[in-house]
T-cell receptor, first 114, second 112 residues
Framework: DSGVTQTPKHLITATGQRVTLRCSPR?????VYWYQQSLDQGLQFLIQ???????AKGNILERFSAQQFPDLHSELNLSSLELGDSALYFC?????????????FGSGTRLTVV | SQQGEEDPQALSIQEGENATMNCSYK?????LQWYRQNSGRGLVHLIL?????REKHSGRLRVTLDTSKKSSSLLITASRAADTASYFC????????????FGTGTRLTIIP
């Protein structure tokens, strides 16, 4: 157990639907990162939050949004889902806003869009 | 786009042998990190090397960094079946870029 909790572990949904992925960072970590991993695109950075504020944005689609709440947990919302959104979605956390301490990853949410 | 590119994409060796994988990157960095991913699982942080360091050891892992060539290598000595996994390098970038960008990974298979 890495200390980063992601729920649900698996999600199967239909095209056009909306889902919410949840992440609880490791205790004491203030930064949360979301990554998408697919076979053809590798591990792609989506978005970073630090202590409730958005810090960096990567290749995140407009159909996707995220937020970090006062208790530091984060949610990634995916809407108008397409087949190509099927992937593993990872949350990672870090104690600082910079990357010098490494990331702790959760076990991921496997999203299948049918 | 990927900041780091690992080489080779896949590597199979006999148990007990050493495994070496390489990573090249494009821009200046503050640090370079290596992660391991067992099939379908989360990534696990292995080791971090800073831009002013040339070599670092952790157990059976040895990492080197050549900033002039923008490259790094990860050596796993005396490999074990449990080392079978994908290995990724990750870099940040200088001047305030706080996120890690991951390479494409090397798939390592240890043959018992």
């Amino acid at each position: 157990d890495s200390g980063v909790t992601q729920t649900p572990k698996h999600l199967i949904t239909a095209t056009g639907q909306r889902v919410t992925l949840r992440c609880s960072p490791r205790s004491g970590d203030l930064s949360v990162y979301w990554y998408q991993q697919s076979l053809d695109q590798g591990l792609q950075f989506l978005i970073q939050y630090y202590n409730g504020e958005e810090r960096a944005k990567g290749n995140i689609l407009e159909r996707f949004s995220a937020q970090q709440f006062p208790d530091l947990h984060s949610e990634l919302n995916l809407s108008s889902l397409e087949l190509g959104d099927s992937a593993l979605y990872f949350c990672a956390s870090s104690v600082a806003v910079i990357s010098d301490y490494g990331y702790t990853f959760g076990s991921g949410t496997r999203l299948t869009v049918v | 786009s990927q900041q780091g590119e690992e080489d080779p994409q896949a590597l199979s060796i006999q148990e007990g042998e050493n495994a070496t994988m390489n990573c090249s990157y494009k821009t200046s960095i503050n640090n370079l990190q290596w992660y391991r991913q067992n099939s379908g699982r989360g990534l696990v942080h292995l080791i971090l090397i800073r831009s002013n360091e040339r070599e670092k050891h952790s157990g059976r892992l040895r990492v080197t960094l050549d900033t002039s060539k923008k490259s790094s290598s990860l050596l796993i000595t005396a490999s074990r079946a449990a080392d079978t996994a994908s290995y990724f390098c990750a870099t940040d970038a200088n001047f305030g870029n706080e996120k890690l960008t991951f390479g494409t990974g090397t798939r390592l298979t240890i043959i018992p």
